[in-house]
């Protein structure tokens, strides 16, 4: 089992930056697939970005490609979201979520076996 703690949210104003990170317990963080989902108030939950195991491999949401970056640390077990440019849009909280099997599903949130609590990131204009 895996459990997650979001950090690094915050009040920002458009056009800045935050680094969520994204700290996992256990000696297996290095075997999962980890996510970024994001929801807004009254909005569907969506995907972010997501790492593969060895880092090698991030996939980005298109509103956020260039703007945001997902990398991790296998040894401090933790994963990061750099997000710079911030937007009004990007406004939500933010979760981080482990995948122990990486069947292609990745933006899937179903997908997910392991969800923090939750960070909040907002956005003035």
């Known amino acids: 089992q895996v459990q997650l703690v979001e950090s690094g949210g915050g009040l920002v104003q458009a056009g800045g930056s935050l680094r969520l990170s994204c700290a996992a317990s256990g000696r297996t963080f290095s075997s999962y697939i980890m996510g970024w989902f994001r929801q807004a108030p009254g909005k569907e939950r969506e995907f972010v970005a997501a790492?593969?195991?060895?880092?090698?491999?991030?996939y980005y949401e298109d509103s956020v490609k260039g703007r945001f970056t997902i990398s991790r640390d296998n040894v401090k077990n933790t994963v990061y979201l750099q997000m710079n440019s911030l937007k009004p849009e990007d406004t939500a909280v933010y979760y981080c979520?482990?995948?122990?099997?990486?069947?292609?599903?990745?933006?899937?949130?179903?997908?997910?076996?392991?969800w923090g609590q939750g960070t909040q990131v907002t956005v003035s204009s």
């Open positions: 979520a482990a995948d122990p099997i990486f069947d292609g599903r990745y933006k899937d949130g179903r997908s997910y076996d392991y």
């Open positions: 790492i593969t195991r060895g880092g090698g491999n991030p």
